[in-house]
T-cell receptor, first 114, second 115 residues
Framework: GDSVTQTEGPVTVSESESLIINCTYSATSIAYPNLFWYVRYPGEGLQLLLKVITAGQKGSSRGFEATYNKETTSFHLQKASVQESDSAVYYCALGENSNNRIFFGDGTQLVVKP | AQTIHQWPVAEIKAVGSPLSLGCTIKGKSSPNLYWYWQATGGTLQQLFYSITVGQVESVVQLNLSASRPKDDQFILSTEKLLLSHSGFYLC??????????????FGPGTRLTVL
């Protein structure tokens, strides 16, 4: 089926360290998957962090990057130097154009220690 | 600017009782609307979506129903709650046109506890 698997949290890193949150997807019934990272900061609603709709392309936002790799079916989220304000829950998601469906991963809680 | 409002913020209900959750979007005409559900510690799942008034597509069957009585309103309901309905319900919208890669904007959510 169609699904998303991501790093199980919580992930704890110290400020200024690098970060990678793994995400792999299965898109058996989706011809042209779109990939997303959503984020929920403490006390706030879920919001889009970045999206990539074309395989091989990279998306970036707020210092985070993710590359859509069709060969490895991956969309890992990376940041070179995290800040305490990056503490949040991050969700990888797989989208389908034809019928407005999105499949979310379980979410990864990131804790950045000062 | 567009705003999305969900009500109630939280609800505690008895098993077997009815439920109605609401969502209103202001500042956007003919949005695509969505309902999501997340059990405690579980995955965020899409339940329903609607691209126009009076039309709702079911994605996951959870003994729930949804309706879109107005362009800016989306209602989630059931006549008999189950314990398994507990969780966090999110409403979302995206611009009209049916393109899923457009950003979905989420509401603040409703926390439902079924006892």
């Amino acid at each position: 089926g169609d699904s998303v698997t991501q790093t199980e949290g919580p992930v704890t890193v110290s400020e200024s360290e690098s970060l990678i949150i793994n995400c792999t997807y299965s898109a058996t019934s989706i011809a042209y998957p779109n990939l997303f990272w959503y984020v929920r900061y403490p006390g706030e609603g879920l919001q889009l962090l970045l999206k990539v709709i074309t395989a091989g392309q990279k998306g970036s936002s707020r210092g985070f990057e993710a590359t859509y790799n069709k060969e490895t079916t991956s969309f890992h989220l990376q940041k070179a130097s995290v800040q305490e304000s990056d503490s949040a829950v991050y969700y990888c998601a797989l989208g389908e154009n034809s019928n407005n469906r999105i499949f979310f991963g379980d979410g990864t809680q990131l804790v950045v220690k000062p | 600017a567009q705003t999305i409002h969900q009500w109630p913020v939280a609800e505690i209900k008895a098993v077997g009782s009815p439920l109605s959750l609401g969502c209103t979007i202001k500042g956007k005409s003919s949005p695509n609307l969505y309902w999501y559900w997340q059990a405690t510690g579980g995955t965020l799942q899409q339940l329903f979506y609607s691209i126009t008034v009076g039309q709702v597509e079911s994605v996951v069957q959870l003994n729930l129903s949804a309706s879109r009585p107005k362009d800016d309103q989306f209602i989630l309901s059931t006549e008999k709650l189950l314990l398994s309905h507990s969780g966090f319900y999110l409403c979302a919208w995206s611009p009209p046109g049916g393109v899923n890669y457009a950003e979905q904007f989420f509401g603040p959510g409703t926390r439902l506890t079924v006892l």
